[in-house]
C-alpha cells in the first residue's frame, strides 16, 4: 500500500504542476483604427459634455482642464489613418470675453461610448505621438499635456467627486528635458475613490523615448495589481506585493480617455509661461496630439491543463503504473 500511496501522490503532484499553467489570452472588446477619412466615429467616440445645469462659480466644470476650454463640438479629424487630437491657442471666446471672463486655449478629448469593466483583467493599449513643433519649428512648444486614461467619476454628495482613473500623460515639458540632456519620462497616475488631484502619481523614466515619434503605450487593469508598459517594456506596477502602502486599483467600470490641453501654473512640471491663448483666429497656433490606434482586451487569466503531446504521455505513463501497481496489490 505504501507504494501505491506514493505512486498516487506523485502522480497527483505531476497533474497539479501540469494544471496550474496559466494562460493569459485577450479578447479584443473595442478597436479603433482610425481608417477613412473625415472625423472620428460618434457611434465609438463621445466628445465631453457640459454640465447641466451650467456650474456656477467654483462648481466644477469637467469640460475645462487647466487654462483649456475642451471642444465641445468639433470632432477631431482622420488625417493618414491618424486621428488628430488638436489644440489650438485661440478659444473663439477670447475675442468677445465676458465680465470676469479669462482667455483660454481651446482642446480636444475623446471618450469611449462604451464602459469597461475590470473582470479578470482588461488592457488598454495605443499608438500615439506629440506633434507640436514650436512657432520657430526648431523645437517643441512646452507647456502641454497629451493623456490616455481609463476614468469614472462618482458625486457622493453635492460637488464632492471620488475618481476612479488610470493614466498616462505626456508632458511637452520632457521632450525639451531630452534635449537639455536629461531622461525622457512619462507621467503615470492611479486614483481609486480618491478625491480629485493629486491621486498616486510617478513619473517614469524611459531610456531613449522620443514622445515626437509613434510609441506604445499599454495599460493592465488586473484584479490586484496595475502596470503600465511603454512600447513592451514594463515601466510600472502599482501593486501590494510591491511594499507599496498606497495601493490604488480602481474597482468600477471605466471609460476610455484621450486628451490633448494646457495646464495651468498649478501643474508646476507640465505648465510653461511661454504657451499663451490667443485673441484672434490669425494669431492662432495649432498642435496636435496623434493617435494611429487604439484597443481594449478583456484579459482572461486562467489554470488550464497544458495539453500537449508530452502531458498526454505522462498522464498515460501514470496510469499504466498505477494499473500494474493495482494489479499486484490484487
Ligand atoms: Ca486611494
Ligand atoms: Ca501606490
Ligand atoms: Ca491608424
Not at 511594499?243 to 468600477?252: A, K
Amino acid at each position: 500500500m505504501k507504494v501505491l500511496r506514493l505512486n498516487v501522490l506523485s502522480a497527483l503532484a505531476l497533474l497539479s504542476i501540469l494544471s496550474s499553467s496559466t494562460i493569459a489570452y485577450g479578447a479584443v472588446l473595442f478597436r479603433d483604427d482610425f481608417e477613412g477619412t473625415g472625423n472620428v466615429s460618434g457611434n465609438l467616440w463621445d466628445l465631453p459634455q457640459f454640465p447641466v445645469p451650467t456650474p456656477g462659480p467654483g462648481e466644477p466644470n469637467p469640460t475645462f482642464l487647466g487654462r483649456t476650454q475642451l471642444k465641445l463640438h468639433e470632432r477631431p479629424a482622420i488625417v493618414d489613418g491618424v486621428a488628430q487630437l488638436e489644440l489650438n491657442t485661440f478659444n473663439p471666446r477670447n475675442s468677445n470675453l465676458g465680465p470676469g471672463e479669462v482667455p483660454s486655449f481651446f482642446g480636444s478629448e475623446i471618450i469611449s461610448t462604451q464602459t469597461f469593466s475590470r473582470g479578470n483583467g482588461l488592457a488598454v493599449e495605443a499608438r500615439t505621438r506629440i506633434n507640436t513643433p514650436d512657432s520657430l519649428g526648431i523645437s517643441t512648444q512646452r507647456g502641454l499635456v497629451a493623456a490616455m486614461f481609463l476614468f469614472d467619476s462618482t458625486e457622493v454628495s453635492s460637488n464632492q467627486f471620488l475618481f476612479n482613473e488610470i493614466d498616462f500623460e505626456f508632458l511637452t515639458n520632457d521632450i525639451n528635458n531630452v534635449e537639455a540632456g536629461e531622461a525622457p519620462r512619462v507621467l503615470t497616475n492611479v486614483f481609486a475613490d480618491d478625491p480629485p488631484g493629486r491621486g498616486d502619481p510617478a513619473f517614469i523614466n524611459v531610456n531613449n523615448l522620443d514622445l515626437t515619434e509613434f510609441n506604445t503605450f499599454r495599460i493592465e487593469w488586473l484584479p490586484d495589481e496595475v502596470r503600465w508598459l511603454v512600447n513592451g517594456n514594463l515601466i510600472r506596477t502599482e501593486a501590494a506585493f510591491t511594499g507599496d502602502l498606497d495601493v490604488n486599483i480602481p474597482e468600477t467600470p471605466l471609460n476610455l480617455h484621450l486628451n490633448f490641453w494646457a495646464p495651468a501654473a498649478d501643474f508646476a512640471d507640465a505648465f510653461d509661461n511661454s504657451l499663451q491663448p490667443a485673441f484672434s483666429l490669425a494669431a492662432d497656433q495649432s498642435f496636435f496630439y496623434e493617435i494611429d490606434f487604439v484597443q481594449v482586451e478583456q484579459l482572461q487569466t486562467t489554470s488550464v491543463p497544458e495539453l500537449g503531446a508530452s502531458f498526454g504521455v505522462i498522464l498515460g505513463v501514470g496510469l499504466i503504473g498505477l494499473w500494474k501497481i493495482h494489479r499486484q496489490i490484487d
